[in-house]
């Protein structure tokens, strides 16, 4: 599985940015897309995952209210549409997939990473 990361650029406090991620190859194999942010010096976070098949949905707490993940199975893209844009979004963020349907918010559990995309908030 192939995952490719787009989207992120430079966004105001308050702002909007729609991240995508392509996926191609075996993406049957896995069931569940999700995207994590790495901002400098910190872990990665978990922000949000989907699954392909029936469109589930789980958020880290940072996202709930303001960010929404969704899928476009013909395109094989998954989306994280971001709103209510804040300083602390800043990151660097991965699209990411896992053979799990369940319980996925783990870094631990996605065997397949995108090359991330920078997503920087100003104040």
């Known amino acids: 599985v192939q995952l490719q990361a787009f989207g992120g650029g430079l966004a105001q406090t308050g702002g909007s940015l729609r991240l995508s991620c392509l996926a191609s190859?075996?993406?049957?194999?896995?069931?569940?897309v999700g995207w994590w942010r790495q901002a400098p010096g910190k872990e990665r976070e978990f922000v949000a995952r989907?699954?392909?098949?029936?469109?589930?949905?789980v958020y880290g707490d940072s996202a709930k209210g303001r960010f929404t993940i969704s899928r476009d199975n013909a395109k094989n893209m998954v989306y994280l549409q971001m709103n209510a844009l804040k300083p602390e979004d800043s990151a660097v963020y991965y699209c990411?997939?896992?053979?799990?349907?369940?319980?996925?918010?783990?870094?631990?559990?996605?065997?397949?990473w995108g090359q991330g995309t920078l997503v920087t908030v100003s104040s």
């Open positions: 989907i699954r392909w098949d029936d469109g589930v949905t």
């Open positions: 990411a997939a896992t053979r799990f349907s369940h319980g996925t918010i783990l870094s631990s559990q996605y065997d397949y």
């Open positions: 190859g075996r993406t049957t194999s896995r069931p569940t």
